[in-house]
């Protein structure tokens, strides 16, 4: 085709082969969903989201924690009282529903970015899972045995795990406004 006479179109890549200025980097996008997924949380004290990743940098799944179906309006997030009436024995943690949303066969080989270091229980089914392994932001019940026998059992099955820290910008603005 004659190009001469064609009408120059403004070129926003410059010839650049460099990834555009604020790209998002891909980690920093999988905790970033996590972090989003948290606030789907109707717990008031802790709100946490995890974001499951394949091999090829896919999302297999997100969970955040919830009550188990049918206790959604019945069960209580209270902390402290009666352990039968508090929370604790009954809310899905968010890497059990990350697990079981999966939209994906299985999810070994993949990488769990969850917004609190998991427990001892959801590290066995990131153990028995498959999952290779954790990215974690906060690791504020670090000094809880639920927490120490969790890394214990991940050190066992030589399952990394890593505090994330951002690549980017550590605030990501989203604005869902239409107009
Ligand atoms: N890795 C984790 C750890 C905890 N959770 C959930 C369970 C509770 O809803 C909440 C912790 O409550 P807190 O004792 O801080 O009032 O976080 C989870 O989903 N995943
Ligand atoms: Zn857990």
Not at 78 to 92: I, N
Not at 109 to 129: H, R
Request: charged content about 25%.
């Amino acid at each position: 085709m004659d190009k001469r006479n064609q009408k120059q179109q403004p070129d926003p890549s410059n010839g650049s082969k460099r990834k555009r200025e604020g790209c998002l980097d891909c980690s920093d996008y999988f905790m970033a969903v996590a972090v989003l997924t948290s606030k789907m949380s109707e717990d008031p004290n802790t709100q946490v989201g995890a974001c499951i990743v394949n091999q090829d940098n896919k999302v297999v799944s997100t969970g955040h924690n919830q009550m188990p179906k049918g206790g959604e309006d019945k069960l209580s997030w209270a902390r402290t009282g009666d352990k039968l009436d508090t929370k604790y024995l009954y809310v899905c943690h968010a890497e059990l529903n990350a697990i079981m949303n999966k939209n994906s066969a299985d999810v070994k080989g993949c990488t769990i970015y969850v917004t609190l270091f998991p427990c001892n229980e959801c590290a066995k089914l990131i153990i028995q899972g498959g999952i290779k392994k954790v990215v974690y932001l906060s690791d504020k019940y670090k000094d809880d045995v639920l927490t120490i026998s969790s890394k214990k059992m991940l050190d066992l099955a030589e399952i990394p795990y890593e505090q994330f820290y951002p690549k980017g910008a550590p605030e990501i603005v989203i604005n869902i406004n239409p107009n």
